[in-house]
């Protein structure tokens, strides 16, 4: 299987704790795939929504594609995402209970159909923030050290 990564939503690991992740299809158009194959896409922004029995995304940008002209869509419309019946009814449960949200962590091609992975995920507080960027830091000045220790 070919999978040929698009764009990632770094923020959305920074802003939650993401526990479970979903792959959904996209409902799009054929001058969005073509801005999609050529990366003009920002999910920084975007956040999923359920409505009724069905799941969208909103705020997730994908520009005109230049040479669409009349055929391209507004590019921040909210599109229908594609998942089983089984997998809304878990994220309905999820949402409701628990009060975790749904954000999109990444967008790729599939076998030259466009996926979207969701990660239902809670909140990260300032201090839970700070804790992981220090974590961070740590693993990577131990790794600069274990680097510079082996060369000596």
């Known amino acids: 299987m070919g999978i040929k990564l698009i764009a990632s939503n770094k923020k959305a690991f920074h802003d939650y704790f993401i526990d479970d992740v979903f792959e959904a299809g996209l409902v799009l158009t054929g001058t969005e795939v073509k801005s999609l194959r050529l990366g003009k896409v920002n999910l920084k922004e975007s956040f999923c ?7 969208f ?10 040479q669409g002209n ?3 869509q507004d590019p921040t419309r ?4 594609l998942l089983h019946r089984s997998e809304i009814d878990k994220l309905i449960r999820k ?3 628990k009060g975790l949200t749904i954000v999109p962590t990444k967008i790729y091609f ?8 969701i990660g239902v995920g809670k909140g990260k507080k300032l201090h839970d923030k700070r804790e992981t960027l ?17 060369r000596d």
Request: proline share 2%; glycine share 4%.
């Open 110 to 117: 599939k076998d030259s159909r466009v996926k979207l992975e």
């Open 57 to 66: 995304i909103n705020n997730m940008n994908i520009s005109p594609y230049e």
């Open 134 to 150: 220090k974590g961070k830091q740590a693993d990577r000045e131990m790794a600069r050290a274990v680097r510079d220790h082996s």
């Open 70 to 72: 009349r055929e391209n």
């Open 78 to 81: 909210v599109r229908k995402l």
């Open 49 to 55: 929504r359920i409505k009724g029995n069905e799941v």
């Open 95 to 97: 949402v409701d209970e």
